[in-house]
Each structure stands twice: as structure tokens, then as C-alpha cells.
């Protein structure tokens, strides 16, 4: 099967930094990234898609100056963090779609985020 | 407006019970596919099942199986003679066309030896 890989799969930051995640579909081009955010105990709510070669779409409610999203090629895609805050730790999971495909997704490993 | 409700927040078993996981749906789509995944504490998830609407056939695959109702909107998972390795979250989830997945609240299920 297709596979999403995430860098890094965990970071510890100070207040105030800016981190950044990539996600990786590893032998197939994605047209269509989407960004989740999940804190503990409860569900993946989407953050942002992010289509090759256009300015990604945010959700209601999210930040798009505080969350970057690259997605500068069918392979790559990254989320940078800016400024981060104690509240912005969370486990972030990237999810690819297929180009081409009959609706596949699939799902990286997710990164886990803790800003100190 | 897309919507999945997993009412039951958390269930506990022991071992060997059999579980059934419900997911009942919204949409005006039409076409659209459901999934299931699995959530084991290293937080990947780890894909179950989709389905299309057009297919309401059951599924079964070893002690997994899913009964797809359209008439009440849901995609039920029972989990047949459960096993301690069962233990995790479970996702139901809704896509349609190319957004992104619609994702339940989860139910956390324990298994007991």
C-alpha cells in the first residue's frame, strides 16, 4: 500500500519557537494534502488541505499566519508552526490523497508536538 | 453539512466478549465512502475497512465484520471474540468527493484478560 511518512515523529520546542513537520507520500503523488491536529482524549479535527501549487485552505478557527502549510510539490508537504505556545502542543497528522485515485487517503504517522 | 456520531465514548470487555463499535452518519452526498480505523496508543492509525455507498454488502474479515445500513445511516464494526490486543481507539470516518475525511469522536475500547 501507499505510504505517508512524517518528520520528525516527535519535537520538544521552547516557547516562542517555530517548528517545522514534513509529510511525505513515499511512492505516489498526492495531489490533495490534509493537515490534522488531535489533542489527547479526543478526535482528528482538520486543520488545512493543502493543494500542489496553491495557497492551502484553513478551517474555521485556525490561524493560517501561525500555521504555515508548503505544499511545494506532489511529494511534500510541510506545516511550520510559528511562535509556538504550550497550547499548540498536540499530535499533528498529515494525510495524502492519491492523484488520480479512487479517493484513496492515506495517513502518516503523525508528529507529536510539545512546546514547553 | 457532513457529520459522525460515535455515541459510545469509551467500553470496556473482557476477553473473548464480542464488541459492537457504532457510527451513524449525516450527508446530502450521495456518493461517499466510510472507514474505519484504529487507534493504538503510539497514535498511528491504522486503516480497517472503506466502504462506498453504492456497496451495502457486510464485511467480514477474521474476527472483524461490518454491517452497513444506508436506511439508518450507519456502518456498525463488532469485534468477535476480543482480545486484549483490541485495545485502542476507534475511528469511524465519512468521505466524500475530495475533501478531507469526517472524523467521529472515537471510542476508546478496553479489553480485560
Known amino acids: 500500500g501507499a505510504v505517508v511518512s512524517q518528520h520528525p515523529s516527535w519535537v520538544i520546542c521552547k516557547s516562542g519557537t517555530s517548528v517545522k513537520i514534513e509529510c511525505r507520500s513515499l511512492d505516489f503523488q498526492a495531489t490533495t494534502m490534509f493537515w490534522y491536529r488531535q489533542f489527547p482524549k479526543q478526535s482528528l479535527m482538520l486543520m488545512a488541505t493543502s493543494n500542489e501549487g496553491s495557497k492551502a485552505t484553513y478551517e474555521q478557527g485556525v490561524e493560517k499566519d501561525k500555521f504555515l502549510i508548503n505544499h511545494a510539490s506532489l511529494t511534500l508537504s510541510t506545516l511550520t508552526v510559528t511562535s509556538a505556545h504550550p497550547e499548540d502542543s498536540s499530535f499533528y497528522i498529515c494525510?495524502?490523497?492519491?492523484?488520480?485515485?479512487?479517493?484513496?487517503?492515506?495517513f502518516g504517522p503523525g508528529t507529536r508536538l510539545t512546546v514547553l | 453539512a457532513q457529520k459522525v456520531t460515535q455515541a459510545q465514548t469509551e467500553i470496556s470487555v473482557v476477553e473473548k466478549e464480542d464488541v459492537t463499535l457504532d457510527c451513524v452518519y449525516e450527508t446530502r452526498d450521495t456518493t461517499y465512502y466510510l472507514f474505519w480505523y484504529k487507534q493504538p496508543p503510539s497514535g498511528e492509525l491504522v486503516f480497517l475497512i472503506r466502504r462506498n455507498s453504492f456497496d451495502e454488502q457486510n464485511e467480514i474479515s477474521g474476527r472483524y465484520s461490518w454491517n452497513f445500513q444506508k436506511s439508518t445511516s450507519s456502518f456498525n464494526f463488532t469485534i468477535t471474540a476480543s482480545q486484549v490486543v483490541d485495545s485502542a481507539v476507534y475511528f469511524c470516518a465519512l468521505g466524500t468527493g475530495r475533501r478531507a475525511l469526517t472524523f467521529g469522536s472515537g471510542t476508546r475500547l478496553q479489553v480485560q484478560p
Open positions: 494525510s495524502a490523497r492519491l492523484a488520480g485515485g479512487n479517493n484513496e487517503r492515506f
